[in-house]
């Protein structure tokens, strides 16, 4: 029974919280005249002495004593005698659990929000020094059009703000304090719950008992912002994986932040973005086990819930490596630009630019001229050339409304630069993007 029952070993994680929580209760219980105010005063030195003991020497896995909480409440009796037994007064553990938690994860998701910061700043930095890099851009992973790589890491910084964005909201809806709702029903003392809300930063407290002590959307809301944020460090990880590999070879991963084989010399192994990429698949899992946990209880508490916390501690964890992890790839890779360059060329990704051209010059509806450019590519690929090197002559028996202008938009670089529609590729806008970026990073 004590080993099933117990928590201690990862509930002291949240020990700081746990005593936050137990010094805004007591000066509340004093200033309502709950308790004395010499007594409150013992409690709230006897606490502070409970910390310092934690801070120095660590909580112990005391499995008798089942929680962080009724350890704490045992260290503080050891401390100031019986009348540690008043700090419970108009308090359960079940709202003391749902507050500790709350506090843990609320400043779970301001480190994940710095550290998400960190990471727009070097897709920023590393797309201000590429806003011009010409790359293949692919669909089905088979060259598409030519875009830039400075418009590439930008995709990222986006979907890494509208995760920032998503812990934000996950942040405002949850700021309310559960703390005064005791077991379920509330308690016939008179407590002052906006009281110990404005002390432990919540907007205000919690409604309905009932919810305030069986509600984990809080925590599953950290869970599903960590999923969706997981999802695309994960896509970003496998970019990096196919962009290292040989026949790629758009990157060369940094020795700080790859591995090399104990059997064949020449690896260089991407570890860390493979790692991000299998990380992502755990975190969706914890996401689902506190999902599964939570859909079968009936209100109000069931020990269940007990089980909240190790999913969303390792979630938290695992996202906080996977960020940094990240980081440090994007900020110390090298990008073979010639490389990127050198496949746009190949892949006859202008093929779109040529179709264009005929829509645009000619007055070739858009169906006919991909027919038309079809059968340039075509031509092109025989001959083992680019489309920009087929001569004037092989593309006017094509079509001879073609003329010697069409090699204005051939080029890879003509293409990118003529894609000046409002977030296209275009290096002009890539600049405005990240302009745009960096004003909303200093602005914050
Ligand atoms: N250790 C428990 C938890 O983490 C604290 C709440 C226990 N409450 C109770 N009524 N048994 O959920």
């Not at 990862?10 to 007594?39: E, N, V, Y």
């Not at 934690?54 to 401390?79: F, N, Q």
């Not at 703390?179 to 409604?207: C, E, I, Q, V, Y």
Request: net charge negative.
């Amino acid at each position: 029974m004590r080993e099933i029952n117990a928590s201690i070993p990862f509930d002291k994680r949240m020990w700081r919280q746990d005593i936050a929580g137990s010094q805004a209760h007591a000066a509340m219980l004093g200033k309502a005249g709950i308790l004395s105010t010499a007594d409150a005063t013992t409690i709230a030195d006897g606490l502070d002495a409970v910390a310092k003991d934690y801070e120095r020497d660590g909580v112990p896995d005391d499995l008798a004593l089942e929680d962080i909480h009724m350890l704490t409440e045992a260290r503080l009796a050891e401390k100031i005698g019986p009348v540690a037994g008043r700090l419970h007064t108009a308090r359960s553990r079940n709202d003391q659990v749902a507050t500790d938690f709350r506090l843990w994860v609320r400043d779970a998701i301001d480190q994940v929000g710095a550290a998400l910061g960190a990471l727009q700043d070097a897709l920023i930095a590393r797309a201000d020094e590429h806003a011009d890099a010409v790359m293949p851009g692919f669909t089905h992973l088979q060259s598409a059009q030519p875009v830039t790589l400075g418009h590439h890491l930008m995709a990222y910084h986006d979907m890494i703000a509208r995760d920032r964005s998503r812990f934000a909201d996950n942040r405002a809806r949850m700021n309310r304090c559960p703390l005064g709702a005791a077991a379920l029903a509330g308690t016939s003392f008179p407590l002052d719950r906006d009281m110990t809300a404005k002390a432990l930063g919540f907007d205000g407290p919690t409604s309905n008992s009932l919810d305030s002590v069986s509600d984990r959307d809080f925590a599953l809301d950290y869970l599903m912002a960590a999923t969706q944020c997981a999802l695309h460090l994960s896509r970003l990880a496998e970019e990096f994986v196919i962009w290292a590999s040989q026949p790629f070879g758009f990157v060369a991963m940094s020795d700080q932040w790859s591995t090399g084989s104990s059997i064949m010399p020449q690896k260089r192994n991407p570890d860390a973005a493979e790692l991000v990429r299998g990380h992502a698949g755990r975190i969706m899992g914890c996401m689902t086990a506190l999902s599964v946990t939570m859909k079968g209880l009936p209100l109000a508490y069931s020990k269940d819930m007990q089980d909240d916390k190790p999913p969303v501690f390792e979630a938290h964890d695992l996202l906080a490596l996977s960020i940094a992890a990240m980081t440090g790839m994007v900020e110390t890779a090298t990008f073979r630009t010639d490389r990127m360059r050198a496949l746009a060329e190949s892949g006859f990704a202008t093929a779109t630019d040529l179709a264009d051209w005929l829509v645009r010059e000619a007055g070739v509806p858009f169906r006919e001229a991909h027919h038309i450019t079809g059968r340039a590519v075509k031509a092109a690929e025989d001959a083992g050339i680019g489309l920009d090197a087929l001569p004037i002559e092989t593309l006017k028996q094509i079509d001879d409304r073609i003329d010697e202008r069409v090699y204005d938009v051939l080029s890879v670089d003509a293409s990118v630069a003529s894609r000046t529609s409002l977030g296209g590729t275009s290096p002009v806008r890539v600049r405005e993007a990240i302009a745009a970026a960096m004003a909303a990073r200093a602005g914050e």
